[in-house]
């Protein structure tokens, strides 16, 4: 298990920033829980269940925190689809911010799922996405011991990853929120911030995503005056990603996550320019972010690469950009295709 940092950090803090999601070390504790109780509970309103959070503080002693956990999700809820659900880890009202974890109430936690190869592709791509702009959701990489609290079962042990509190992310970026309850399409949102969500789930290839119906995105205002910014998370249906249980909706006309379909609106040349310049200008920062991974095998940073460079072609090739990206763009302004449940 990882010792806590320093308490140095607490200017951080009071700064909006949470340094235990700043670390590119993967975190380790141990998560104590009733993992059949919690297994059987996903319906509609699954229930919290105590729980024990180990791991070691500042001089190596091994620490215990008292916590909550439940199962949380949509698709990875379904036991069907995961053997391990995501959970959702309460953190006590009297809890300390000296602990590793920093100020926080809640957080939400991806599991293993069906392997722990998914974990960190997913993880990665939210790396990728913090390269792009500091509007994006922090993810931590942990290595999680789970022991059974009834002693049913043999101890497991996983990669997860920790994913920084909405109301954290929008803090640090000195903004708020917008709540769901405001329709607001992405023709109302900053054109760049927007363009840049659209080339960005392009590029890993997501179609799960919707902006007036918040699904898998956050709109953050800065202040009452700005246009607001949309914010993408949940990246487990992308084809950078490819899960076994991520397929389109067929109304989309593809058959497979690893096609990609452009689903933004269409956008001024002087937009377009700006975000293939973007794009092109992190080009080396995204593979590194694959190549300089300590945990990602060979063939896993290969998978990764070839499925970046498609998306390059067709940024950097003047037909396929019209084909592929100008004119779906135009064609979604004038006839959108609308998923249920998005």
């Not at 990609?260 to 794009?279: D, M, P, Q, V």
């Amino acid at each position: 298990m990882q010792s806590a940092p320093a308490q140095g950090t607490l200017a951080q803090e009071l700064a909006g920033e949470n340094p235990f999601f700043t670390s590119e070390q993967e975190f380790r504790f141990t998560l104590v829980l009733p993992i059949d109780d919690i297994l059987r509970d996903r319906g509609a309103n699954p229930a919290l269940h105590a729980a024990t959070l180990l791991y070691q503080d500042e001089t190596g002693k091994k620490t215990s925190l008292p916590v909550q956990v439940r199962v949380r999700g949509n698709r990875r809820k379904d036991p069907t689809v995961c053997d391990f659900p995501p959970l959702l880890i309460s953190f006590p009202k009297a809890f300390s911010a000296s602990t590793p974890f920093g100020k926080v109430q809640e957080l939400k936690m991806t599991t293993h799922c069906l392997e722990d190869s998914y974990v960190l592709r997913e993880y990665l791509v939210y790396k990728l996405y913090n390269a792009l702009t500091t509007m994006s959701f922090r993810a931590r990489l942990c290595r999680v011991t789970y022991q059974d609290a009834n002693g049913k079962r043999k101890s497991a042990e996983h990669q997860s990853f920790l994913l920084e509190e909405a109301s954290a992310m929008a803090l640090r970026n000195k903004a708020t929120i917008i709540p769901k309850l405001f329709f607001i399409g992405m023709q109302h949102t900053d054109q760049r911030k927007m363009a840049m969500v659209a080339f960005f789930q392009y590029m890993i290839g997501n179609t799960d995503w919707s902006v007036p119906y918040r699904h898998n995105i956050r709109l953050l205002s800065p202040d009452k005056n700005a246009t607001c910014i949309p914010v993408p998370y949940d990246f487990d249906y992308c084809g950078l990603v490819m899960t076994p249980y991520a397929e389109p909706p067929p109304q989309l006309g593809i058959t497979s996550v690893r096609q990609r379909l452009f689903r933004g609106y269409g956008f001024s040349e002087e937009i377009y320019k700006e975000t293939r310049t973007l794009f092109n200008d992190h080009q080396k920062a995204f593979y590194n972010i694959y190549e300089l991974c300590p945990y990602l095998s060979k063939d896993e940073k290969l998978f990764a690469s070839r499925f970046l460079e498609d998306f390059y072609k067709t940024l950097n090739d003047p037909k396929d950009f019209e084909r592929n990206i100008v004119r779906v763009g135009r064609r979604n302004e004038k006839q959108y295709t609308n998923i249920k449940g998005l």
